[in-house]
């Protein structure tokens, strides 16, 4: 108890400096990741002399972690914006995967003469790409929803053969003809039992009447929790499940779904900030430097060779152009993944454990300050960026289950298709109309001759059976303008 002031006031510190480090990063165009991790170098043996060495609560804790922002990523993924690009992503987090641990490992084998098993570990734990390390130098840079979605389903997805791959080496499962059948039964489990504990959950939380607002949020994400647990058990893998929940659950129609959001977004920050900051005090500054050339090595190979070759060979079936492959090329950033499956080698007492650990701190550091100065340029460069995107309209609804009603809380964003729109012109279905206006903290009832802006607040009254009607509406709207379905935008 005497030490609890101290270390609640060093969590308040840490979170404090970490918030700090977004702006910082957002101004640098840098992963915060970067900044989190020396924040916990400082802390560590370096610093603050915090002794922190325990591999395998490392490896828990990152896991937990992982599976928290998994589900803030499933859960603020918008269908709409990945559908485009399905089939390439999914393509990019499977077959990818495979051509990258085979690729790199033989690289790695021939220039590093590491052993065979050891070459294809390391080639496993290079293999997956990392959602927040993409977006947050992606945040602004104006590319299209279907090149964005490709990154996102892929980033999303890959965490699980990459951790089904790194399993099986460092077990030393022999590879015979019963392994694919194995890795097959565990993704399609895991995206099954995602699957259905998603559309059950959604059921139940609009059918539920809680108390409070604020135990949805928490219901949410128990489900989430609830289908990596469930998977687990089954011997399916929980990190797709998950992921799957939460793309369910975030794109259902749930009661306070913008709370729900904005709490799963807090929830995410937290892990990563803790993720990496505990990353950081695990890693020994000293032994980077033996490091830095197997590093610099695996990340030349894994960018200009293993990348570029599996982009190549997952997208040309669905005819992506040659600038999109380009890019997708160079996005692929590494970050808390790769760290944290270094640590199972390590946990499991695998010789040269160590150094893949070392090797994967140098090359997340480096490469990932190499590809975040590149990827804003090169879009440019192949003309990928597209300025001035709208971004979609915030929809929060708050259920009046006495009277058959829900209230829709919409705020118009900068560049959205609502902005100059005359009420009128919403032409909300019968059932559904817009109550209150708030512009510039003022709040006011709106005429049909009412004209929307940007930074407006609606409020939304509509029945039970006329919501989804009414956002698919306001979607459209907010998308193409009030000719949304003459231009064949229907706003799912």
Known sequence: MESLPIVLGIAAVVLLAAALAVRVSSRLGLPSLLLYLGIG?????TGFAVQFENAELTQSLGLAALVVILTEGGLTTRWADVRPGIGPGIALSTVAVGVTVAVTGFALHWLLGLEWRVALLWGAVLASTDAAAVFSVLRGSGISKRLRGMLELESGLNDAPTYIA??????GTTMDWSVPFFVAYELVAGALIGLLLGFAG???LRRAALPATGLYPLATVAVCLAAYSTAQFAIASGLLATYTAALVLGNSR???RSDTLSFAEGLGWISQIGLFVLLGMFASPERLLPALVPGLVAGAVVLLVARPLAVFLCTVPFRVPWREQIFLSLAGLRGAMPIVLATIPLAAGVEGASLLLDTVFVLVIVFTVVQAALLGPLAK?????EAGQPKEIEVDAAPLDELGAV???VTI???SRLHGVYLAELRLPSGAAVSLVVRDGAGFTPLESTRLQE??????VATQRSQAKAERRLRAVDRAGPLARWKGELGD
């Open 41 to 45: 170098v400082l802390i560590g043996e």
């Open 166 to 171: 790194v399993v099986l080496i460092v077990s």
């Open 202 to 204: 959604a059921e139940a």
């Open 254 to 256: 749930l009661p306070h």
């Open 381 to 385: 460069v192949l003309r990928l960026s």
């Open 407 to 409: 209230l829709l809380q």
């Open 413 to 415: 964003g900068s560049g």
């Open 455 to 460: 930074k407006d607040q609606l409020l939304v």
